[in-house]
């Protein structure tokens, strides 16, 4: 099966860009980066020793209801480009030994029994597995220590 790995839509992060609020009707914060773990959920790479990023609240969903997590990302202060082609594993999946992955419906609601943290190298053929259940319509990765969203996950 091929993987599509979504980053936050172009539009999103071009509101906070322009001085847009966040999840929490909050201006995102201003940090320099020390090079170590920011990873920007707009080009999936991670904000280089030095640069500027945005700290900020975010919810990965439509739909605002229960299973509607909200948490902190990073995003590049400055604009920059979306992640690449989509189907090739973007870096920021490759620089923790281990991530949590969740299913969700159609309904962009957990589907109890597809969470797990699981080692960077089994990473993709989780999300195979999950994808492959007719009841799971994307999977989430997660940061395995802090829970923060890292990218979406469906069929190509």
Same mark, same amino acid.
């Given at each position: ?75 590049? &202060? /400055? @604009?920059?480009? =979306?992640?690449? $082609? ?12 281990? +991530? ?26 989780? &999300? /195979? @597995?999950?994808? =492959?259940?007719? $009841? ?12 923060? +969203? ?7």
């Amino acid at each position: 099966m091929a993987l599509r790995y979504i980053c936050m839509p172009a539009e999103e992060a071009q509101r906070i860009w322009r001085g847009g609020r966040d999840a929490n009707g909050n201006l995102p914060e201003r940090h320099i980066s020390d090079g170590d773990g920011v990873p920007c959920r707009h080009c999936l790479s991670n904000v280089e020793a030095d640069q500027p990023y945005l700290i900020l609240a975010y919810r990965p969903f439509l739909s605002v209801q229960p299973y509607a997590e909200m948490g902190p990302i990073f995003l590049h &202060a /400055e @604009e920059c480009p =979306a992640a690449a $082609d989509g189907q090739t594993m973007p870096p920021v999946l490759t620089s923790s030994k281990d +991530y949590l992955l969740r299913g969700y419906g159609a309904d962009e609601r957990i589907v109890y029994g597809t969470g797990g943290v699981i080692p960077q190298e089994q990473l993709e053929q989780r &999300a /195979e @597995e999950l994808l =492959a259940r007719p $009841d799971v319509a994307f999977v989430h990765v997660r940061s395995a220590k802090y829970n923060c +969203y890292q990218c979406r996950i469906e069929r190509c």
